[in-house]
């Protein structure tokens, strides 16, 4: 950034129009502005950070113009304006920033809600085009907050070499050198990092691990068990073999053969009423699970009896439907054919039917529901009488099953009690089958219960499966940008303390050379440093730390090295617009800064007082400036004009 | 009239009273789980609830467990308006079927716990204990 031109519009004591354009060769780079104490050095200084930031004129009093105040009439308009025009990386921009006030009765100033900011690029062809970000873009071209490094009040310049401004010169070099945006970039990835890292902790249980284990373990004990569901089955069909081939044997031993052919016929009986009784179990499930409204029979009666009411107050009509009493009415005609007139007794009596007429779908309802209701009776007794036909039914299948189960048992215990051991054997063989049967029955009762249960416990743990893997694949990402966050903010940790470290070196550097050039005691001061604390430091010639023995020149020639050494390092085009910058220095320190400042900015602007400048020290400036102005304070006006010093 | 779209479909229970409705109608044996389908428990269980004249309101979590159309139009509807009619002392609620459903689910979800306790918590297999039942309603 180079300024290139400033237009003040009754800013402070600059009363209507006043300009100045800045020094901007390579050669005459410098501006010198004298003025007196009050002529309006500070509100020249001011007017450039107002311009360009809307900032730093906190505490300074009323910026609009007395003069033009005093001038206008109650409730005329006073405008207060700073034009910048400024170059930068090859574009030319004009900055301005505009305050509109209405002058009151008593003298004072209504401002206006808020100042007014515009910025124009000028293209190439002179056209100006206007910039819908201004603020962003000049934060661009010179942030805000590293402002008071280039344009500074030269009061407050030996505020880097104090004691105590470690943190001010840290900041310094942080903002300059963007160090800022390192370290934010680092918090921001730690921060995320951290956030990443305790989800993780929180959703990390291995979860999906133990279930699956839970899975594999389940799946193994249920084909155990279909397996062995399965050798049971087997078993049970081998045992029943084995016993048909021992009652094929009784019937074919003599003294066997009636029994076994008796048990034969009572066998197939009772297989028959087993069969029939789970029929008559089914018949019976069937009406009972539907006999609900058995119980519900006063409901019935209630609703049949609000229905009757209904009925018999005429509210249902009884075979007159609603569309054929209105059809009469509209027609007023009565069905016999002979008309009547509105209002008739006819008439009203057609009305009071509609009116007491429930509407068509509900009429329809009704009667059908009446019907169904009425036969619901019928159903109840009808459901009864099946009821309790197929209860007695049961009990009679339960006893003749008991009688034949009894002679069953009796058979076998005289086949088991024969005096021919064949048979005994048979039969006590036939026992033991039928006795593993029931065994295999019951460990097949226990697979069957044992599998629904595993098969359930499976298809949860699918369930658990499916959304565990989700939480992994959650994990994993969750893993990965963890991770990447955590080497992205190592890898910036690193780069930014050697960036730091290689920018306070680069920085110590320049401010030892240049302390160096400016400072007339060069040969008592051996060196400079910058410590990692970021203490500014003199090293003396005995090797001591000299800071706190600097005189205020001396502190004042430090810190400005520090600035000029950033300004170099940082390459960044920038002017360096100083606000009585020599006034704590005697001729011999500001002889040697004249001489070598120049040198060290871009563009520079010194605003002086008449004691600042003279005699060698102005002799070393002569060759470089390129502009010369004189503020020129009128006491009886209290106004300042800018007149340029022809050279 | 009764607003077509807003005509509910679908019948609902209280998620809590599921389980009975599962173990009255899981597994192949009748006597243990006799009710057929879930639309049959709730027609005995409203039925259990008007009986004892006992009614309470769904909580919000809900469960559909059947639809209208599984209701047999000659039997189940006409119970349910029958049940709608002497519950509310109008026959206008038969224009109203959200209304209808909505008196018996709260029945059902009071009759449900009644019909556990005299299924599944009485002596005897809950088959013969709804036989007992259903031939008490008659007698």
């Excluded at chain 1, 439907?321 to 008439?347: K, N, W, Y």
């Excluded at chain 1, 005289?414 to 063989?429: G, N, T, Y």
Aim: hydrophobic content about 35%; aromatic content about 6%.
């Amino acid at each position: 950034m180079k300024f290139e031109r400033i237009i003040l519009e009754n800013f402070r004591q600059y009363y209507v129009q006043e300009r100045l354009d800045f020094a901007k060769d390579n050669q005459r780079r410098v501006t010198v502005i004298h003025g007196v104490n009050g002529a309006g050095k500070t509100s020249l200084f001011l007017a450039i950070n107002w311009c360009l930031y809307g900032e730093g004129v906190d505490n300074v009093g009323e910026l609009i113009s007395k003069e033009a105040i005093k001038q206008a009439s109650p409730g005329d308009t006073v405008t207060m304006s700073v034009e910048l025009s400024f170059l930068h990386d090859g574009e030319r921009y004009l900055a301005k920033r505009t305050r509109r006030g209405t002058r009151m009765l008593d003298g004072s100033v209504q401002i206006n809600s808020s100042d007014e900011f515009i910025m124009m690029r000028i293209l190439w062809d002179g056209q100006a085009q206007s910039i819908k970000n201004p603020i962003g873009t000049i934060n661009a071209i010179l942030p805000s907050n590293i402002r008071s490094y280039y344009l500074f009040d030269g009061e407050k310049i030996d505020d880097f070499a104090k004691p105590e401004a470690a943190k001010e010169v840290k900041e310094a070099i942080y903002l300059v050198f963007k160090l800022e945006t390192l370290d934010r970039a680092r918090r921001h990835l730690e921060t995320a990092a951290s956030d990443y890292r305790k989800e993780l902790k929180t959703s990390t249980t291995g979860e999906l691990l133990n279930l699956l284990d839970e899975d594999e373990k389940a799946r193994g004990e249920l084909g155990k068990k279909e397996n062995r569901k399965v050798e049971i089955t087997a078993e049970i069909q081998a045992a029943r073999r084995k016993i048909n081939d021992i009652d094929q044997r009784l019937r074919e031993i003599q003294n066997a053969k009636f029994l076994q052919q008796q048990r034969d016929r009572v066998e197939q009986d009772l297989k028959q009423r087993r069969s029939e009784l789970e029929d008559t179990q089914n018949l019976i499930r069937d009406i009972s699970t539907t006999s609900y409204y058995t119980i519900v029979q006063p409901a019935i009666e209630r609703a049949l009896s609000l229905l009757e009411e209904k009925r018999e107050r005429g509210e249902i009509p009884s075979n007159i439907r609603r569309q054929f009493v209105q059809d009469l009415v509209a027609q007023m005609q009565c069905i016999c054919g002979r008309p009547f007139t509105a209002g008739s007794p006819e008439h009203q009596r057609l009305l009071r039917i509609l009116d007491n007429a429930l509407p068509g779908s509900l009429e329809d309802d009704v009667l059908e529901i009446t019907a169904t209701l009425r036969a619901f009776n019928e159903r109840i007794l009808r459901q009864r009488s099946e009821l309790t036909i197929l209860m007695k039914r049961r009990a009679e299948l339960v006893d003749l099953i008991k009688d034949l189960d009894a002679v069953s048992d009796d058979i076998g215990r005289q086949l088991k009690d024969s005096q021919f051991e064949e048979v005994s054997r048979l039969e006590l063989q036939r026992e033991n089958f039928l006795t593993d049967i029931d065994r295999y029955n019951i460990e097949t009762g226990e697979l069957t219960r044992d599998i629904e249960g595993l098969k359930e416990k499976i298809a949860q743990l699918e369930k658990r499966i499916a959304q565990a893997r989700k939480n992994e694949k959650r994990e994993k990402l969750l893993s990965i940008k963890f991770d990447l966050a955590q080497k992205a903010a190592d890898a910036i940790k690193d780069m930014y303390q050697t960036y730091a470290d290689d920018m306070r070196l680069r920085i110590e550097g320049k401010t030892k050379e240049i302390f160096k050039m400016l400072i007339w005691k060069d040969s008592h001061f051996r060196d400079v440093c910058i410590s990692r604390d970021f203490e500014l430091e003199v090293i003396d010639r005995y090797g001591r730390p000299a800071r706190p023995e600097l005189s205020a020149g001396e502190r004042q020639v430090l810190s400005l090295s520090f600035i000029t050494a950033m300004s170099r390092i940082s390459e960044e085009e920038a002017p360096l617009v100083m606000d009585t910058p020599f006034g704590r220095l005697s001729s011999q320190p500001r002889n040697n800064v004249t001489r070598y400042l120049p040198e060290l900015a871009d563009q520079l602007v010194l605003l002086v007082t008449d004691e600042e400048l003279r005699d060698q020290a102005r002799a070393n400036l002569e060759s470089r400036i390129g502009y010369e102005y004189i503020l020129e304070f009128d006491p009886k006006t209290s106004c300042t004009t800018i007149v340029e010093v022809r050279r | 009239m009764t607003d077509i779209v807003n005509i509910r479909d679908t019948v609902t229970i209280d998620e809590a009273a599921h389980e009975i409705y599962k173990q009255l109608t899981e597994g192949s044996n009748l006597l243990e789980a006799p009710f057929k389908t879930m639309k049959d428990v709730f027609m005995f269980a409203t039925c259990l609830g008007v009986k004892l004249g006992i009614k309470r309101q769904l909580t919000i979590k809900k469960l559909t467990i059947f639809r209208w159309a599984q209701f047999d139009s000659q039997t189940d509807i006409p119970m349910l308006k029958a049940i709608a009619i002497a519950d509310t002392d109008d026959v206008s609620v038969l224009l109203r079927r959200n209304d209808i459903l909505t008196i018996a689910e709260e029945y059902a979800n009071a009759g449900i716990y009644e019909l556990r306790a005299s299924l599944l918590e009485e002596y005897g297999q809950p088959l013969w204990n709804l036989v007992s039942i259903v031939s008490q309603g008659i007698n």
